[in-house]
């Protein structure tokens, strides 16, 4: 991961040099719903997935793996939820499209492709990468798991960050 730059310095006439060790095979995957209700706290859950080598072939999030993050939720939640996703392919999945349509709790709708403006979640990576991610190189995955966890806990228990996410998407929540 190419680390982002919040601030840097150095001697005046000097280029500051940030030196990263070589790329790792290794990957992490974070799935994070945001979660609202009107009348009640926004809510955030987050889920890591690492590539062991060991699992399916895939380096990310498979669809069996948001389905067990959407049972979490709906059994966190008690009741019923409208999942708004963006083009990801996984997302897509016919397997999950099936498994899906066969819940009545679960309603899903799809943003348009290539509109990360409308999705709320890229406003939570936007302040992991300007808080609790900016200037840092990380050295091992461990150490990038160390950063994120303290950043994703105090999102999940500010709901006001969560709401102020949506807001800047200019969607808003209609009770049925």
Known sequence: MTPPQAKTWSQRGRTPVVRVRGRSRRRMSI?????????????LIYRPRWDDGRRDG?????????????????????????????????????????????????????LPPYAPDLNPVEGIWSLLRRGWLSNVAFST?????????????????????????????????RPA
């Open 58 to 110: 895939r380096k990310s999030f498979s669809w069996h793996d948001y389905r067990d993050l959407l049972i979490a939720a709906h059994q966190q939640f008690d009741g019923p939820i409208v999942l708004v996703w963006d083009d990801l392919n996984v997302h897509k999945a016919a397997d999950l499209r099936q498994w899906a349509a066969d819940r009545e709790w679960l309603t899903i709708s799809y």
């Open 141 to 173: 995955p461990e150490h990038l798991v160390q950063r994120i966890r303290p950043g994703l806990r105090h999102i999940q228990y500010r709901g006001h960050l969560i709401d102020g996410c949506l807001t800047e998407t200019g969607l808003t929540i």
């Open 31 to 43: 799935a994070t719903p945001t979660c609202y209700k009107p009348g009640h706290r926004s809510r």
